[in-house]
């Protein structure tokens, strides 16, 4: 299968700024899409950013302005800026990719383990 590991949460100030990573591995044919979803404790997961093969990007409203989402190709890596943190961005944050493991195989969403956020003062 692909693999999705996510890294770089932790407890930062309002206002301050984190990058989250995630790395896909295993046998990967062609990665789609890329998204990072969040999920609050009692909430439903909600989508937070995508950004496509060719580098569209799409942004939740709650987000845009202040997160960038961006990918490294040749590290099968996607990345979250996120600036100018808020105590509401508090949430477990999901890396997901659409991809294929062969060209004769449907592409299949994958998911992480999900990294902690928690936005506090």
């Known amino acids: 299968q692909v693999q999705l590991v996510e890294s770089g949460g932790g407890l930062v100030q309002p206002g301050g700024s984190l990058r989250l990573s995630c790395a896909a591995s295993g046998t990967i044919f062609s990665i789609n899409v890329m998204a990072w979803y969040r999920q609050a404790p009692g909430k439903q997961r909600d989508l937070v950013a995508t950004?496509?093969?060719?580098?569209?990007?799409n942004y939740a409203d709650s987000v845009k302005g202040r997160f960038t989402i961006s990918r490294d190709y040749a590290k099968n890596t996607a990345y979250l800026q996120m600036n100018d943190l808020k105590p509401e961005d508090t949430a477990d944050y999901y890396c997901n990719a659409r991809a294929r493991r062969d060209w004769r195989e449907d592409e299949n969403d994958y998911w992480g383990q999900g990294t902690q956020v928690t936005v506090s003062s």
């Open positions: 950004i496509t093969s060719g580098g569209r990007t």
